[in-house]
């Protein structure tokens, strides 16, 4: 059998132009998918589990087409930081009914006027973006390292 192993300085995998032209925008589309989808959780289909395993479908969509160093570029922050200040806030979510004298996790609401808008916020709310950070992170911590791993 003939070796099909890349030569060096060749890349591998999914390397054609219309896949790495196009995965940026797949990216950004996917992204914003995964806040609609967020967004629409709690009473709806959705939440922050699936919002965060789009997210990080669509980084390690971007990281297939255009390596890892593109993905660490996309990102802010580490994506193991992301994670932790997830669950930091999910579980500040839970902790914030106890301030409030109600049982643990119990929803609590406010409504601030924001631009002369008024805003509903929760902390189901609050739980379900903590829960998205926290997937988001985790997954994508997961696809780098196993990206990264493959190109050694």
Do not use: K
Not at 52 to 78: E, P, Q, T
Not at 107 to 117: E, R
């Amino acid at each position: 059998m003939a070796d099909r192993s890349p030569r060096r300085g060749e890349r591998r995998g999914m390397d054609t132009l219309i896949f790495r032209t196009m995965a940026p925008y797949l990216t950004a589309l996917m992204m914003l998918f995964s806040v609609f989808v967020l967004l629409r959780g709690h009473n709806q289909p959705g939440g922050g589990f699936i919002g965060g395993l789009i997210a990080a479908s669509a980084l390690a969509i971007l990281g297939i087409a255009n390596g890892v160093s593109a993905v660490r570029r996309a990102l802010w922050f580490d994506p193991i930081a992301i994670a932790a200040a997830g669950l930091a806030m999910a579980a500040l979510a839970g902790l914030l009914s106890l301030f409030a004298d109600v049982p643990f996790m119990t929803a609590l609401w406010a409504f601030p006027h924001i631009l002369g808008t008024e805003v509903a916020l929760s902390t189901p709310l609050m739980f379900d973006i903590g829960v998205y950070l926290v997937v988001t992170g985790a997954i994508t911590t997961i696809a780098l390292a196993l990206e990264e791993r493959e190109d050694d």
